[in-house]
Each structure stands twice: as C-alpha cells, then as structure tokens.
C-alpha cells in the first residue's frame, strides 16, 4: 500500500480505497467512497496530515449535511473513521481516532432519527440492475414501483394518482394528496410517460393512473411485489437512495433536490420566488434521474460532453 509513504490524507486514502476494493461486491462501492471523500473531506482534510486531523476537523467536514443528507452522512463518517483507523495501523497517527462515534462523536452531533432506518432503502449503486428487473416483472404493481422510484414519490402520492392531473409531461399533485398539504408538480421524463401510457392500455376505462378493474392498487401492493422479488426495502426507502444519489453524483443545489422530494424549502419567500426557475431544474435533475437507474447515466453524461 503506498500510502505508507506519506502522511497526506489525499493519498493515504485513495489507496486504502484501491486497497479495499477487492473485498466490496458490487464493482460500484469502492467509486462511491472516492466520491464521497473527495465531495466532503477533502476541501477540509485534504491538505492535513493524517496526523494532524482531529475532532474538530471531522466536526467541520459532517456538520454541513449531518441534518441535511443523514444518510450520506453516516456513511461519509464510518468512512472516514476506517481510514484514520487503517492510518493508525500503519502508524502514521498515534492519537485515537476522531471519527469514532460511540463514546464520542455521539457526545457531538444529534442523534439521527430513526425514520429513514424504518424506511430500508436500496443503496443507489445498486438501483441500475434492480431496475432492469423490475421491468421483466409483469403487473400493475410492477409499473406503478417504476414510476414511483422514478419521481422520487411517496407511495399514497401515486396510488391515489388520477390520469386528469396530468398535462402533457406535467404531473400536478393536489395539496390535499401532499404531506405538505401543498400543490406539488412534478415533471415527468420519458420513462414514466410510457409507464402511463402502459398502464392505461391495460385498464383504459380508470380514473387512476395505475389501477385494476378501474380500482386504485392496493396499499401493499408494490411493498408485497418487493418481497416477492426478495428484496427486503421498503418502497419509501427508494426516496433516501434518490436523495443519497442526488448529493453524492448529482451537481444540483440543495434546494433543487430538496423541492424534488417535496420538502419545504426554509425561506418560503425565496421558494414562491423561484418555483419556475427550480421546476426546470427539477426537470433536468429527473432527467439524469431516470438515465441513472435505466442504466444510461454515464452515457447521458458523454452526450452532453460531446
């Protein structure tokens, strides 16, 4: 490991990466912690030496997304603490390691809440080939799951979905169906419009987007469809997998993601202010959405490069 020859966290941990990236399974893993540490440590740690890096250091790196992306940031801390943990094995730090949780980290940050561990979510990396799946299954159940993970959308938001709040490739979910109880819109990408027309081939005389017998699908429907496939997520999990890959991949503010979930940005004033500008950019966020978990994320990206 070439990190023993030098004491710069930069290098030190790309190597422990390269060195760990036999043992993770899925070929992406190992890319995601480059992505990671290089979004969020690096700015901070990325001059330091390994020994030189302490708790306050760590603090600053986790405190600007701890409440914002918790999630992404538990993974980015258990990250950083195995790195410092390799740097100690190789004696480039004597101290202990700051980015330990137990017994002191925990005496730092807020605990966070268990929501989103109620809500099992899919690790992003692995939504390409879940997705690909998912389209040979027949059913229902099966289209409204696509469309769901691929709106970012809660599941009541779809299931009581009506084929008249559609406009073209606009998709205006009424307040009274929102847990904001606001009027959110939602711009709909190339997938799930063949998701609509698909649905509405199989039961034409429905109100509802996705239904059988003209009925809306069941509640448990596309969480009894994951079970069947042996997948142990939840279908709200898959919101958390958008939101964890929208911060570690995706180039888009804050706030953009945030209204893509239907969040309530903090300064309604500025919200009201910039709803066009931001629906754009939703549009443009889903786009890449949608390539990601269809698996042509990278290629989108060489288009445009071209």
Known sequence: MTGVQTCALPIFALDYIETMRPKWRNKKHADQWVSTIRTYAFPILG?????????????????PIWLKIPESASRLRGRIEKILSAAITYKHRQASNPAV???????????????FKHHKALAYEELPDFMETLKEVEGMSALALQFTILNASRTGEVLLGKRSEINGDIWTIPATRMKAKQEHQVPLC???????????????ESEYLFSRNRKPLSNMGMLTLLKRMKYAVTVHGFRSSFRDWAAERAAYSHEVCEMALAHTIGNKAEAAYRRGDLLEARRKLMVDWEAYCMGNFGKVVALKAA
């Open 190 to 204: 190339k997938r799930s419009l063949e998701l609509l027309e698909i649905a509405y081939s199989q039961d034409p």
């Open 101 to 115: 949780w137990k017994g002191h980290l925990e005496n730092l940050f807020p605990a966070h809440q268990e929501s």
């Open 47 to 63: 001059q330091m030496r390994l020994d030189e890096i302490d708790t306050p250091h760590v603090q600053e790196v986790l405190m």
